[in-house]
């Protein structure tokens, strides 16, 4: 697999925010999920749940060793700590695609590219396809397909992320975009693609007994297929539509780039043609999007890439868990928390990065799927219970749509911190274990971003994986 990264790009709107850094190294906050577990809080999960947190973060600690610092190296040990760049976010991602050859395209401050790429080992080939003067993104993805070996080449902007899955990309069209459903924007323009299947119905339960709500039927896992993109719509507000999601699936011996000029727009010189004459097809993802191109963006990005690798690592975790149950706290690890607030109203939902494209693999993973939740802000008054009732439908229908599935909503509104369904207490496990009796706590596993999340699954006698919330902070 063959991929070519935009890195040249000016990044004039950014540099209220950086300066004399190339775009597509803007630093991006990084955190540790065994860190916070084991030194910066002052805790520690009980024993045989570290290694799992650990082992999440990609870094385990010896038999014996309490923490990093116990650990040979001490705390010089790997935690990735600290800001990372950009295009490691970018390049993590590719490299988990097992991409064999990347072409970086080059202008503007390009010596810091090549000096951040030069300066570490890759698990591919590299060369840089190097703008003396600005080609546009059309003359620099020219050069850079003419540094390609094959005829299947990827083409990803050095400044987005969007880490769908390039093995769904058939190339049976000479350009195939990879497209970003979205809602409420005016940022970007839209594509229109030709009417694709009708997708099943989504059902959920409404209001079940009271502090509980369970899925029904839950739709298929949506297919991403290949559409025909037929135009692109200048910027507007659009209220729901598909994006340029900034990944490209070129057929090299389909495309001729030959007849224009040096320097001109991929986007205007031909998207725009060829979707008109029908040689442009269009896959859609849900995967996590995001563009740093603006400052506001670029904040954002600051605690979702490190939110969307966390998911990804406690993921990977999951699915060696020796366990057929898994439970989960609500607020940092389905959804952003907000410090010193609570989700009130459906709008203020925002799921974590990364979540809803994992609960297809956690729905075939376990038998069953448990929402353990504390929301006393019901109980101080400061939201009602029609309120989170409303909340939890939204987040239900979510989850059937992204084609996962969540068999059981637990949550406990109480204020006082005594009352037996509140965690740590294991009120909600045994209500679980009442309706769900196959459910064992040897064989269950818990996920969460808090002591009272480990205290519950200690209480519990469960395995228990740490989301660090340092990670979305």
């Given at each position: 697999?063959?991929?070519?990264?935009?890195?040249?790009?000016?990044?004039?709107?950014?540099?209220?925010?950086?300066?004399?850094?190339?775009?597509?190294?803007?630093?991006?906050?990084?955190?540790?999920?065994?860190?916070?577990?084991?030194?910066?809080?002052?805790?520690?999960?009980?024993?045989?749940?570290?290694?799992?947190?650990?082992?999440?973060?990609?870094?385990?600690?010896?038999?014996?060793?309490?923490?990093?610092?116990?650990?040979?190296?001490?705390?010089?040990?790997?935690?990735?700590?600290?800001?990372?760049?950009?295009?490691?976010?970018?390049?993590?991602?590719?490299?988990?695609?097992?991409?064999?050859?990347?072409?970086?395209?080059?202008?503007?401050?390009?010596?810091?590219?090549?000096?951040?790429?030069?300066?570490?080992?890759?698990?591919?080939?590299?060369?840089?396809?190097?703008?003396?003067?600005?080609?546009?993104?059309?003359?620099?993805?020219?050069?850079?397909?003419?540094?390609?070996?094959?005829?299947?080449?990827?083409?990803?902007?050095?400044?987005?992320?969007?880490?769908?899955?390039?093995?769904?990309?058939?190339?049976?069209?000479?350009?195939?975009?990879?497209?970003?459903p979205m809602k409420d924007f005016?940022?970007?323009?839209?594509?229109?693609?030709?009417?694709?299947?009708?997708?099943?119905?989504?059902?959920?339960?409404?209001?079940?007994?009271?502090?509980?709500?369970?899925?029904?039927?839950?739709?298929?896992?949506?297919?991403?297929?290949?559409?025909?993109?037929?135009?692109?719509?200048?910027?507007?507000?659009?209220?729901?539509?598909?994006?340029?999601?900034?990944?490209?699936?070129?057929?090299?011996?389909?495309?001729?780039?030959?007849?224009?000029?040096?320097?001109?727009?991929?986007?205007?010189?031909?998207?725009?043609?060829?979707?008109?004459?029908?040689?442009?097809?269009g896959v859609v993802s849900d995967?996590?999007?995001?563009?740093?191109?603006?400052?506001?963006?670029?904040?954002?990005?600051?605690?979702?890439?490190?939110?969307?690798?966390?998911?990804?690592?406690?993921?990977?975790?999951?699915?060696?868990?020796?366990?057929?149950?898994?439970?989960?706290?609500?607020?940092?690890?389905?959804?952003?928390?907000?410090?010193?607030?609570?989700?009130?109203?459906?709008?203020?939902?925002?799921?974590?990065?990364?979540?809803?494209?994992?609960?297809?693999?956690?729905?075939?993973?376990?038998?069953?799927?448990?929402?353990?939740?504390?929301?006393?802000?019901?109980?101080?008054?400061?939201?009602?219970?029609?309120?989170?009732?409303?909340?939890?439908?939204?987040?239900?229908?979510?989850?059937?749509?992204?084609?996962?599935?969540?068999?059981?909503?637990?949550?406990?509104?109480?204020?006082?911190?005594?009352?037996?369904?509140?965690?740590?207490?294991?009120?909600?496990?045994?209500?679980?274990?009442?309706?769900?009796?196959?459910?064992?706590?040897?064989?269950?596993?818990?996920?969460?971003?808090?002591?009272?999340?480990?205290?519950?699954?200690?209480?519990?006698?469960?395995?228990?994986?740490?989301?660090?919330?340092?990670?979305?902070?």
């Open positions: 697999m063959e991929v070519i990264v935009l890195a040249g790009g000016l990044g004039t709107r950014l540099r209220s925010v950086i300066h004399e850094i190339p775009k597509c190294l803007a630093p991006i906050a990084d955190a540790s999920i065994s860190d916070w577990a084991d030194t910066a809080s002052g805790w520690s999960v009980f024993p045989g749940a570290i290694s799992m947190a650990e082992r999440a973060s990609g870094w385990s600690v010896p038999p014996g060793a309490k923490n990093k610092a116990d650990a040979p190296g001490g705390t010089d040990a790997p935690c990735g700590c600290g800001p990372v760049p950009f295009l490691q976010y970018l390049l993590d991602w590719l490299c988990a695609n097992q991409v064999e050859h990347v072409v970086f395209s080059v202008g503007y401050l390009r010596e810091q590219v090549i000096s951040f790429v030069e300066g570490r080992e890759w698990p591919f080939s590299y060369d840089f396809a190097v703008e003396e003067t600005p080609l546009g993104t059309g003359g620099g993805i020219r050069l850079a397909l003419g540094m390609c070996h094959g005829d299947h080449v990827f083409v990803v902007n050095g400044d987005t992320f969007y880490p769908v899955d390039l093995t769904v990309f058939s190339f049976d069209k000479p350009i195939t975009l990879a497209l970003k005016d940022r970007y323009g839209t594509v229109v693609v030709s009417e694709g299947p009708t997708a099943d119905e989504i059902y959920f339960s409404g209001r079940g007994p009271k502090n509980q709500i369970s899925s029904a039927i839950a739709t298929p896992p949506r297919k991403e297929e290949s559409l025909q993109v037929m135009a692109f719509h200048e910027k507007q507000y659009c209220s729901e539509g598909l994006i340029n999601g900034g990944v490209y699936a070129i057929d090299r011996s389909r495309l001729d780039l030959s007849s224009l000029p040096e320097r001109f727009s991929f986007e205007k010189e031909v998207l725009e043609p060829g979707a008109a004459i029908g040689e442009v097809g995967a996590y999007f995001i563009d740093i191109g603006i400052p506001e963006d670029y904040e954002r990005a600051q605690w979702a890439l490190p939110a969307w690798k966390a998911v990804k690592r406690v993921s990977s975790a999951l699915m060696e868990a020796s366990a057929d149950t898994l439970f989960l706290d609500r607020d940092g690890v389905l959804n952003r928390h907000l410090p010193g607030d609570y989700v009130r109203t459906p709008a203020m939902w925002e799921w974590m990065p990364g979540v809803l494209e994992e609960f297809p693999r956690w729905a075939a993973r376990f038998r069953r799927i448990v929402l353990v939740s504390n929301q006393r802000g019901v109980g101080k008054g400061v939201m009602s219970d029609e309120d989170l009732s409303r909340i939890h439908a939204g987040m239900m229908a979510d989850i059937l749509a992204a084609g996962g599935r969540l068999d059981l909503a637990l949550y406990c509104t109480a204020v006082e911190a005594d009352d037996p369904r509140r965690k740590p207490n294991t009120g909600m496990f045994r209500e679980a274990q009442q309706l769900f009796p196959e459910i064992d706590a040897k064989s269950s596993v818990m996920v969460g971003d808090s002591p009272s999340d480990a205290a519950f699954a200690e209480n519990c006698g469960m395995q228990f994986i740490l989301l660090s919330p340092e990670a979305v902070s």
